[in-house]
């Protein structure tokens, strides 16, 4: 069983920082391309970022030059540092890793609970 763990949500002021983290656990062979996403109500969920095992990353155009994304092969662990925080932020965010598992080898997509940012005017 895999499972991933997020923390570093919160309510934060317009202009302020965040950074999430994600840390997959479990019976894990190899952790492949790592990511969040968010989603508000009413909205479908989008792709904020993801990073490879090789350190490539992608960004949503929203969220380019504010937020960083970055990850720990060593802990199977993704971050997420957010900076210049916009109202439209706000939203669950989701971490999501492609994972392959142990005996039995099996490749999986795992998701997060998710974790609440809020961003006040």
């Known amino acids: 069983q895999v499972q991933l763990v997020e923390s570093g949500g919160g309510l934060v002021q317009a202009g302020g920082s965040l950074r999430l983290s994600c840390a997959a656990s479990?019976?894990?062979?190899?952790?492949?391309?790592m990511g969040w996403y968010r989603q508000t109500p009413g909205k479908q969920c989008e792709l904020v970022a993801t990073?490879?095992?090789?350190?490539?990353?992608e960004y949503a155009d929203s969220v380019k030059g504010r937020f960083i994304i970055s990850r720990d092969n060593s802990k199977n662990t993704v971050y997420l540092q957010m900076d210049s925080l916009k109202p439209e932020d706000t939203a669950v965010y989701y971490c999501?890793?492609?994972?392959?598992?142990?005996?039995?080898?099996?490749?999986?997509?795992?998701w997060g609970q998710g974790t609440l940012v809020s961003v006040s005017t």
């Open positions: 479990g019976s894990i062979s190899s952790v492949n391309t």
């Open positions: 990073v490879t095992s090789g350190g490539s990353t």
């Open positions: 999501n890793a492609a994972v392959v598992t142990r005996s039995p080898i099996w490749g999986l997509q795992v």
